[in-house]
């Protein structure tokens, strides 16, 4: 909501209420009271709290007296909580989509994608999903259920399917893989995801001496690069060892968006960002992505942490096709990095093929597979 509200009360009332409390009540001389106030209470107010009035959005005179005022904020809150209320998930489920001119938006010269490239707030859920089956009907999958990369959008980037990790996926995807097995496996995973998304920040050239006094030309990052990592809780948080093991001494955030029960729709229940993330390239981390309801949610929240699009880069280990056009869709700048775009999902919005649900089986707090 980000509505910043001063509650103002005039100086002698709050001078009035002081002298009642500290005498009635803390047994106080009415001199004493005064002294303190006038040395220290009104000198501190008038320094450092009067001044955060010039950013109030909305000034309330005489506190909660002010029926009028409150009733306005009330309003504003059933407004926001309303818009946020708004049930999307089995939109995101019906992806891939046509947009309103009949076109697929998988091209990055396409017009369709330049006049989407604003920071995704101004994208209304009927402006964002025209759907039908056009996608469904012509896009070509893998013999494995995975997706056709071209049917991807420019700026989502999925790892070169390798036997190797190939065998990995295959290991992991295995309902009879214990749970030590399948966290061994999908840390393989998670590291090459990671060096993956690295290579998405800037990078200088850069001259140094090898031991054997020769000039050698690399690369770094570029100077004033910052690099902090976001995870989405729980299963994001799964993936920030690897980062930590790429990225040395990275800074990390937290964003807690769990589904409802009943409604099945994403609910943010806790954030913790570090303080200067908008001046930060910032790696969201979520184990596995299918409608991208939470992934986009999050992104909203970095947005309006005033973390520029274009510095957004999210990691997942699988994703679903529907979630990976639903994200780019509505932040086209941000950049997509995956190890496998599976090629639906089911009525329970879960990834199919997919790996089941990722967070119980890692951290074992499961053993019903059928429920999967």
């Not at 005489?62 to 504003?76: D, F, P, S, Y």
């Not at 986009?296 to 096709?321: F, G, N, T, W, Y």
């Not at 932040?331 to 997919?354: F, M, Q």
């Amino acid at each position: 909501m980000d509505l910043k509200v001063f509650v103002d009360t005039d100086a002698d009332e709050r001078l009035s209420r002081r002298l009642r409390r500290d005498i009635s009540e803390r047994g106080r001389e009415l001199n004493s009271v005064l002294e303190q106030y006038m040395r220290f209470v009104k000198p501190s107010y008038e320094q450092f709290i009067a001044p955060s009035m010039a950013q109030a959005d909305i000034i309330v005179p005489r506190g909660g007296k002010n029926v009028v005022a409150l009733q306005l904020i009330v309003q504003h809150i059933n407004k926001r909580l309303k818009q946020c209320g708004l049930r999307t998930r089995h939109k995101f489920a019906k992806f891939p989509f046509i947009l309103p001119n009949g076109a697929l938006p998988t091209d990055s010269n396409d017009a369709t994608w330049e006049d989407n490239n604003s920071t995704g707030v101004n994208n209304t859920v009927d402006d964002v999903f025209t759907m039908n089956n056009h996608l469904y009907n012509n896009k070509q999958n893998t013999t494995n259920g995975t997706s056709d990369k071209a049917c991807l959008p420019p700026r989502v980037h999925v790892l070169p399917s390798t036997p190797q990790r190939l065998g990995l996926h295959t290991l992991i995807r295995d309902r009879s893989t214990d749970q030590d097995a399948f966290v061994f496996y999908a840390e393989r995973l998670m590291r090459p995801l990671c060096e993956a998304a690295m290579n998405l920040l800037p990078h200088m050239d850069i001259d140094i001496e090898t031991p054997q006094g020769i000039t050698y030309r690399g690369r770094k990052l570029a100077t004033g690069t910052q690099v902090c990592g976001v995870s989405i809780l729980r299963a994001g948080e799964v993936l920030e060892p690897a980062l930590c093991a790429v990225c040395k001494d990275i800074r990390l955030g937290k964003i807690l968006i769990q589904t409802n029960p009943v409604t099945c729709e994403p609910e943010l229940h806790y954030i913790r960002l570090p303080r200067d993330i908008k001046d930060c390239f910032v790696i969201l981390m979520d184990a596995t992505v299918a409608t991208g309801a939470a992934a986009i949610m999050a992104m909203r929240i970095l947005v309006e942490h005033d973390v520029p699009e274009d510095k957004i880069i999210l990691i997942s280990l699988i994703m679903a096709s529907q979630g990976v056009h639903s994200v780019a869709y509505t932040y086209p700048k941000a950049h997509i990095v995956t190890t496998a775009v599976d090629s639906g999902l089911n009525d329970s919005y879960h990834i199919v093929p997919g790996v089941g649900n990722f967070g119980d089986r890692y951290f074992g707090t499961t053993l019903d597979l059928e429920t999967r």
